[in-house]
């Protein structure tokens, strides 16, 4: 059943309820009048309860939906300043490397220092994102959660 067709049916028991109570206080007086109030009451409270609690798990349920699909997809936590800032350092780190290098081995020394240098940026850069190439995952509100910025 849908929400809409649930809402008619609970209201169509609660009339029936109310219209049982009623005609039970005319066939019994109004000594039993509290009595037959406070049990319809009682009946109210556990409906709407009841329907309380379903409205909160179907939230939990559909909030730990969302934290599941988060949590499943690429973590993109390092920002442009984080990025900017690795390879001021590398490049400053890189004199010094060549020097070495270079005095150590001449140029192959330089090449391996070098080649240590690419890598390293190169792992930074394509770290978090789909492919060696590829673009870092975006998710704006209202748009295509798979799309992908270049």
Same mark, same amino acid.
């Given at each position: 059943?849908?929400?809409?067709?649930?809402?008619?049916?609970?209201?169509?028991?609660?009339?029936?309820?109310?219209?049982?109570?009623?005609?039970?206080?005319?066939?019994?007086?109004?000594?039993?009048?509290?009595?037959?109030?406070?049990?319809?009451?009682?009946?109210?409270?556990?409906?709407?309860?009841?329907?309380?609690?379903?409205?909160?798990?179907?939230?939990l *349920?559909?909030?730990?939906? #969302?934290? =599941?699909?988060?949590?499943?997809?690429?973590?993109?936590?390092?920002?442009? !300043?984080? /990025?900017?800032?690795?390879?001021?350092?590398?490049?400053?780190?890189?004199?010094?490397?060549?020097a070495?290098?270079?005095?150590?081995?001449?140029?192959?020394?330089?090449?391996?220092?070098? *080649?240590?240098?690419?890598? #390293?940026? =190169?792992?930074?850069?394509?770290?978090?994102?789909?492919?060696?190439?590829? !673009?870092? /995952?975006?998710?704006?509100?209202?748009?295509d959660?798979?799309?992908?910025?270049?």
């Amino acid at each position: 059943m849908t929400g809409m067709e649930t809402t008619g049916a609970h209201d169509a028991d609660l009339k029936k309820d109310l219209s049982a109570t009623l005609h039970a206080r005319r066939d019994l007086g109004n000594e039993y009048e509290s009595a037959l109030i406070d049990s319809f009451l009682e009946k109210v409270d556990q409906r709407i309860d009841d329907s309380v609690e379903r409205r909160v798990r179907r939230q939990l *349920a559909e909030q730990q939906m #969302v934290v =599941a699909r988060d949590s499943r997809g690429p973590k993109s936590t390092d920002t442009f !300043g984080e /990025r900017f800032g690795f390879a001021i350092v590398s490049l400053v780190l890189a004199i010094p490397l060549s020097a070495i290098g270079g005095g150590m081995a001449d140029l192959p020394g330089l090449l391996v220092a070098w *080649a240590g240098i690419v890598g #390293v940026n =190169a792992f930074q850069a394509t770290r978090g994102t789909a492919g060696l190439f590829g !673009g870092r /995952r975006h998710r704006g509100d209202g748009q295509d959660k798979d799309a992908w910025e270049d």
